[in-house]
Every structure is written in structure tokens, then in C-alpha cells.
């Protein structure tokens, strides 16, 4: 029995941790907004949505994070490209609504 306990520990320890790392992109936009501008206005959206949301700054940009208690964490990585930025979003899972995803589109303009 402490065999079984300690490999579902591990098991759960390891999905945990692939919760925490962004997977594939689910999508990507240019924006002809400066890294900044478009993550003051995305910010504010998203917390409005997901209080626990935090912005940390990454080599030429942002990351915004959406924290999930159930599924992956939702992550919007906005970096400089060209004369603006690329959005790169990554949805937490398939049973994550797109919410978020519509309140980053929202900011391209």
C-alpha cells in the first residue's frame, strides 16, 4: 500500500507541474500596439474576469496569467515584433471558456 500512495503522489505531483507550463499556442496576432500599450489594456480585462490574474515582464514584453483552479492556467505572452507586438495566447484546456481569448482580441485594435 505505501507503494501505491507514494506513485499516486508522484503522479499528481507531475500533473500539477504541467499545469503551471503554458503548451502549445492556441493563437497569435500581430498588433500594431507597443508590448505596453496592449498589455495595459488586456490587463484590466482579464482581471475583471479573473481577479487572480498577474502581468510580469518577460525579455521585450509581458506574460499575463490567468490562474485555474481546474484546468491549466490561461497565459498571454505579448512581445515586440517589427513596429508593434505578437499576442501569444495559450488556452488552459479544452474546458476553459473563451472569455479570455475574446477579451485579448478585443485590445488589437
Request: with cysteine; proline share 6%.
Amino acid at each position: 500500500m505505501p507503494t501505491f500512495r507514494i506513485l499516486f503522489c508522484s503522479a499528481l505531483a507531475a500533473s500539477l507541474v504541467a499545469c503551471a507550463n503554458p503548451g502549445k499556442p492556441t493563437a497569435s496576432k500581430l498588433t500594431a500596439k507597443s508590448p505596453e500599450d496592449y498589455a495595459a489594456c488586456v490587463l484590466p480585462k482579464w482581471q475583471a474576469l479573473s481577479p487572480q490574474t498577474t502581468q510580469k515582464s518577460i525579455n521585450h514584453g509581458y506574460r499575463l496569467t490567468a490562474p485555474s483552479a481546474v484546468t491549466s492556467d490561461e497565459v498571454l505572452e505579448v512581445v515586440e515584433y517589427r513596429d508593434g507586438s505578437r499576442a501569444t495566447f495559450y488556452k488552459g484546456s479544452f474546458l476553459s471558456s473563451d472569455k479570455l481569448r475574446m477579451a485579448a482580441r478585443e485590445c488589437l485594435e
